[in-house]
């Protein structure tokens, strides 16, 4: 049975005190939408649609940036969840398997929970994600029967022992497509908020004789992001998952509540992290790396064996070999680094490659931007390139070849060659004594 995903990102997130449509605030390095369809992504939905409203062309475009087969709905009036879903019925005509409905602001819904739910409704013609609630508040309630789901009602619209339920509804919902759809053209805004809620279709396919169910997961995956405190929130329980998935996965630590991984962040076995690290989007790191402490990646791949750090930037493009070397206050940017490599302090390599067991000298700077356009410098294999080297690009030293220190390097230097670029010194004899006594003098005055 295919399975298609509507996930409804319609709200505008008026808590959230911000120009940015809600489900675009980032967690963990993404977009709350992306963490919605990377949980559904583990069904290999035949269909995804995104119901959007406010700033829809913001929210299509990041939909179709994690997944360009992603379709967009469009709900102009904010009505309710059941007037919402119904948005999305255009995309889906002539789709016949199991629809999810989740939310783009409900981040932490797995994909083992959605699993359990498409497992749920071979049986069930509908079924609800729900959880125990610590504190029920202002949730709506599922009111059982055995393991039959007789009814979800609002809390606005529900009795005092109504209340008193604990067990609780996360919006998330399955049915086969049809049925949903049946069941919402019935769906009325007869309630006290005066909307077309998708839980009165638990009541409707009940009274039609249907089965309902209901799925239950902890409630930590329930947890909703409506405010910025809620987004701080989120954001600390996935790092402190996160770090513990990395622990668990044999990865060390030394101090885990000073990293900061993102969403998509993959680690190996046996690398070491030491504190204070932050893994932006795009970061993949192999088995036995060193992460030096203060080290900030981006879009970066190291290879086992590689030492990053400390206070190492690397940034989108960086490509780091086995057991290559990047230390301190040095920034790599869209460059390749080969095995054996080092590039050990404050040193500037962007737009570039680096040959196997090449040695980049302190201060050494990749000139490769003319102001227009970037170019490339390309160093070969045990190349040694002196302190202070300024390498113009484009330009290459070849393998063996050598650079010395302070030299401003404009043409390409041959496989093995020494290449000086730097004014002959000159000494004047006592020229500082009178230079500092004339100053001195100057100050006094």
């Known amino acids: 049975m ?21 489900v675009l605030h ?53 009505l309710g969840t059941g007037h919402a879903v119904l948005q999305a019925r255009t995309a889906l005509e002539g789709f016949e398997g199991d629809v999810i409905v989740m939310f783009a602001d409900t981040p932490f819904v797995s994909p083992q929970t959605l699993q359990a739910m498409a497992r749920a409704r071979r049986d069930h013609a509908v079924v609800v994600l729900g959880f125990e609630a610590a504190d029920p508040a202002r949730y709506g309630r599922l009111l059982m029967q055995g393991d039959t789901l007789e009814r979800i009602v609002e809390f606005k619209d529900a009795s005092p022992d109504e209340r008193a339920i604990t067990l609780c509804n996360s919006g998330v919902v399955a049915a086969d497509a049809k049925t949903l759809f049946d069941l919402l053209d019935d769906v009325t805004n007869d309630n006290a908020a ?18 309902a169910t209901t799925v239950i997961c902890d409630e930590a995956e329930t947890l909703g992001v409506n405010s910025r405190a809620d987004l701080a929130a989120a954001e600390a329980a996935f790092q402190t998952k996160a770090r513990a998935d990395l622990l668990e996965a044999g ?6 509540d000073t990293v900061f991984l993102s969403l998509d962040t993959a680690i190996g076995p046996d690398t070491t ?21 203060f080290s900030h990646l981006e879009g970066t791949h ?37 095995s054996g490599a080092k590039v050990n302090h404050l040193t500037y390599i962007g737009d570039a490659s680096i040959g196997e067991n090449a040695n980049i000298g302190a201060g050494v ?14 160093i070969g294999a045990r190349a040694f390139i002196g302190s202070s080297t300024m390498l113009v690009a484009p330009v290459k030293v070849g393998d063996e070849a ?14 093995g060659d020494l290449a000086l670029g730097r004014a002959r010194q000159t000494n004047k004899p006592g020229l500082a004594r009178k230079l500092f006594a004339r100053l001195r003098a100057a100050k006094k005055d």
């Open 2 to 22: 295919e399975t298609a995903l509507i996930i409804l990102a319609a709200g505008k997130g008026t808590r959230m005190k911000s120009d940015r449509p809600k």
């Open 26 to 78: 980032e967690l963990a390095g993404a977009p709350l939408l992306h963490h919605a369809m990377r949980a559904g992504s583990a069904l290999s939905p035949a269909r995804i649609v995104i119901v959007a409203g406010h700033e829809a062309e913001a929210v299509k475009a990041s939909a179709l940036s994690l997944d360009p087969d992603a379709q967009t709905a469009l709900q102009t009036e904010q």
């Open 194 to 211: 005066g909307e077309y809620y998708l839980t009165d279709i638990v009541g409707l396919a009940r009274a039609r004789g249907l089965s």
């Open 251 to 256: 990865v060390t630590m030394t101090a885990p």
């Open 273 to 293: 992290i030491e504190p204070n690290v932050v893994f932006a989007p795009g970061v993949t790191v192999e088995n036995g790396a060193v992460i030096r402490a």
């Open 302 to 338: 190291i290879s086992s064996g590689a030492v990053i750090g400390p206070y190492a930037r690397l940034r989108p493009g960086a490509e780091i070999a086995e057991g290559a070397k990047v230390g301190n206050f040095v920034e790599i940017k869209n460059a390749e680094i080969a």
């Open 365 to 378: 700077v990749t000139c490769n931007y003319d102001g227009v356009s970037k170019h490339r410098t390309e």
């Open 402 to 415: 050598m650079t010395a220190s302070g030299s401003v390097i404009t043409s390409d230097v041959p496989e």
